[in-house]
């Protein structure tokens, strides 16, 4: 169902949908020869928890960016909200704070502390002045210790990030994505080289944060079993290509998408991913 704002005058002022991110046949390369991605059709609604699921180098990375507007694709469309993801967009970059985005690097900044990390996120909403002196308001300085609170690092906050332990790094990461007050969280292999442990510990603190903001969460995972434990659907990409759109429906797994894998071979992947 389509919401549809207007003006008094009635011109269009607004159009949502409940398909937050719509790409239709996105084919992209790095050097106008390969394409690392190829006719790539994907549509996630709003709300909902998404994930990309993919062995290295398939491409799973290269989508995150095309949908942050870091990356152009060659042929295709991609519109967040019905708005073109690309740096020189207007539009987009007004709503850029809105995207969350967590690089497999995580990008902190290792010699500040913890709440410095954090309080990265509330720059777009200072005005020059503050942001140049990073002066933060009470008001964001109280939301940034209401984050640490939520994502389990309270106590830590004057730590240094260096001195943090894995699982710490990624919630500062988290919470300096959640500080940005976005809609879409977009990460990128959030938990690898983490314990089983952790990596749940990880991925219920992203679960909760996006039922209470009421995020759409897409994340990039290697590990087929803990993404269609978290997510309502995963997308399965295969050297560039779309394979597979999968969920799980009470005790079935089932396919939104009619691909080359037979049920034998996607319950081997899934039965993979456990070992």
Known sequence: MKLIQMTKTSSFSLISTN?????????????????????????????????????????????????????????????IDYVTPNMNNKKFKHMMHTIGYIPQSLGLVKNITVIENIMIGALPRLNKIESMFKRFPEHEINEAKRIISLVGLTGKEERKAYMLSGGEKRRVAIARALMQKPTILLADEIVSELDHVTAREIMNLIAEAQKRMNLTAIMVHHDMQLALEYANRVAVIKEGQKILEIGVEGDKIVDFQTGDLNTEEIMEMYDDSKK
């Open 19 to 79: 398909k937050i991110i719509q790409i239709n046949n996105v084919w992209t390369s790095y050097d106008s020869k390969n394409f690392a991605l190829e006719g790539i059709n994907l549509s996630i609604d709003r709300g909902t928890n998404y994930a990309i699921v993919g062995q290295s180098g398939s491409g799973k990375s290269t989508l995150l960016k095309l949908m942050n507007g870091m990356m152009i694709p060659s042929q295709g469309t991609i519109k």
